[in-house]
């Protein structure tokens, strides 16, 4: 059983095209989270979720909207979208609980944008 | 706001060789935890160990290993024996207490194990 999964793994658009990317995690976690890995493999967080409640928003276009259902998952919507956000998109989830050690972040697999 | 500063961009070791993986980190917080994932080229992050601030004892989770020097903000990844499996891009990452779990990433070391 995968604990994060991601759907799709590849996903090619035109540009300005909307689409979605789906996670959902089987650990029973408070929290999610997804990551953008651009073209030099860098890593940066641009939203957390924790119970459907948004703790995390970086610095992102408006175009990018999270959305949890349920805690279990956090979907990722991208509205038109334009060459720059080709990336590798994470989803990650850690439980809640208090003390750092416990709250070590589970990665998917990633989905690989690609805008044309 | 933290940085995390990974000096070697690529690194080979010798099959069953041991190999260190700098990771330097600068933060004015006290309480902070430091991370270490591995990145094969097949794309997925794998966790590999975890080191506290107040830990007192280097984290060890197998044949890896943190060297860690508080004093020196740095937590570098010891890997021993290496194996041709541990190919793969690594990355430093630190999470501040209070930061809302956001883990900050450091730019990767590429490591090549090599016959």
């Known amino acids: 059983d995968t604990a994060v999964s991601q759907t799709p793994k590849y996903l090619v658009t035109q540009m300005g095209n909307d689409k979605s990317i789906k996670c959902e995690q089987n650990l029973g976690h408070d929290t999610m989270y997804w990551y953008k890995q651009d073209s030099k493999k860098f890593l940066k967080i641009m939203f957390s979720?924790?119970?459907?409640?948004?703790?995390i928003n970086e610095t992102v276009p408006n175009r990018f909207s999270p959305k949890s259902p349920d805690k279990a998952h956090l979907n990722l919507h991208i509205n038109s979208l334009e060459l720059g956000d080709s990336a590798v998109y994470f989803c990650a989830s850690s439980p809640r609980q208090a003390g750092l050690a416990k709250n070590i972040q589970y990665f998917g697999a990633g989905t690989r944008l690609s805008v044309l | 706001a933290q940085k995390i500063t990974q000096t070697q961009p690529g690194m080979f070791v010798q099959e069953k060789e041991a190999v260190t993986l700098d990771c330097t980190y600068d933060t004015s917080d006290q309480s902070y935890g430091l991370f270490w994932y591995k990145q094969p080229s097949s794309g997925e992050m794998i966790f590999l160990i975890y080191?506290?601030?107040?830990?007192?004892q280097n984290a060890t989770e197998g044949r890896y290993s943190l060297n860690f020097q508080k004093a020196r903000k740095s937590a570098n990844l010891v890997i021993s024996a290496s194996q041709l499996g541990d190919s793969a891009m690594y990355f430093c990452a630190v999470i501040l207490t209070g930061g809302g779990n956001k883990l900050t990433f450091g730019t990767g070391t590429q490591l090549k194990v090599e016959l």
């Open positions: 080191q506290g601030s107040y830990d007192e």
């Open positions: 979720y924790n119970n459907k409640e948004l703790i």
